[in-house]
């Protein structure tokens, strides 16, 4: 079983992924609603509630866990390395990986949340692997309720995602990274606004392409993991605007059971 | 003491409200930054925080508690008025009751969250006083991702505010109620957007009144409070806005206190 945890629903993304690259495999998710968002709280309240969220998934029967989000992954990765004897996945090393591979520039713009962008942790992981990389990156803190709103085809939408593109327009990358899990879903506005020239990067893909290398290459790991049986949803507070994205989102029906950590 | 707690940082417009009205009193704010916003959650993990937050301030010392978050008003009030052993102020019937007060034709606006529009509460608060007034009703949940991001006079939040109140204008209602303690931050733009001969009624405002009005008439509590105190600030994730936007709405320095509940 793969376990994969976000703040909400923004997760999701991933568990698409996971299910078209690796569909046979077992999928449990934790959406942590009931103290979502994570991306305007503080780090160490992160790092908490992201120990709290793996142990649970764990509990579950999780043999390697998925940080399906950007804030989680910049705060807590080292951290849950740490405490759990598993292989942990973050979604923004496999976006570094593929943005500095698509770049042919090295101009590479990232969007994320504020606590994501305060990290400076893509900065520090692109110039890790492209120390001559330009990296310019802007927080858009008001993108994720957007998405949590369903606001995906307004025009307030496309003018904020505008608004929040046009300092990484002027410094004309060529490749972005939705550095936000939510982001995503709203793949083709930001496209439209940053440029059909602008790679964009979906950390959700780039990191279920990293799990299915991983599994291909550990048989001991994966000869242990459950195998088709379907999906359990976990939320720590049910809400209609949940189920009404996830359904969007997997286009099927889903089955949510609520928890309390 | 008086304690007051909200989910993060709206309710200190009632805290500024109490500071003008009652000067003297000492007060103690709880905001649950941890787990902010509520008003996007279910209705009974509401109430279970209401039930927390509550509590911790009963252990500060607080002699009265106000529930200075409407969504907390509507799903928990009765709630805390069975478990705790003191008087308990909500925001929402001083409102409802300056509301019908001050409106001459009954057509009453109301705008809040998602889970305080849902509960149906100002709806039914104003029929039993006014059961002939006309009450319209909207969700404005980006409201609040505003305020916190301190989008308070940017033309993406005006277009918001428009579109939100639009059905609003179309009804010719003479009242509004600002249904979030939020709100009151944005007044300037919602004056304008609704027309200047439209009422807005201010919770905030309106619970301080009730305050003050109750520990005129009930001099035996009165003399239990602590007076001529700093007031004192607790939140659950100390993070730089709270502190920016407490600073700006108070106009004084304050000291956050982080607590883990």
Wanted: charged letters at 20%.
């Amino acid at each position: 079983m793969i376990g994969v945890f976000d703040s909400g629903i923004g997760g999701l993304t991933v568990v698409r992924a996971l299910m078209q690259e690796i569909p046979s495999y077992t999928i449990a998710y934790f959406g942590d609603t009931a103290r979502t968002p994570y991306g305007s709280k503080s780090r160490q309240t992160v790092i908490q509630y992201a120990l709290e969220d793996s142990e649970f998934l764990m509990k579950q029967g999780a043999k390697i866990i998925v940080i399906a989000c950007n804030t989680a992954s910049s705060a807590a990765t080292e951290i849950l390395m740490e405490n759990f004897p598993l292989p942990i996945f973050e979604v923004i090393s496999p976006a570094v990986e593929l943005a500095v591979q698509s770049s042919k520039r090295l101009r590479i713009g990232v969007i994320g949340t504020r606590a994501t962008i305060a990290s400076g942790i893509y900065e520090k992981k692109i110039r890790e692997i492209a120390p001559r990389a330009k990296v310019y990156s802007v927080p858009c803190p008001l993108l994720v309720p957007l998405v949590e709103e369903g606001w995906l085809n307004k025009s307030e939408t496309r003018m904020i995602v505008k608004k929040y593109l046009h300092p990484l327009k002027e410094k004309q990358i060529d490749t972005l990274i939705l550095g936000c899990t939510h982001y995503p879903i709203l793949k083709d506005i930001i496209q439209h606004k940053i440029g059909k020239r602008v790679t964009l990067i979906d950390s959700s893909l780039a990191v279920a392409n990293k799990i299915k290398n991983f599994l291909r290459t550990h048989p001991a790991i994966n000869t242990t993991m459950i195998k088709d049986s379907a999906a359990k949803f976990f939320v720590s507070d049910v809400t209609p605007q949940f189920e009404k994205t996830a359904q969007a989102l997997l286009k099927k029906q889903i089955r949510l059971e609520s928890i309390r950590l």
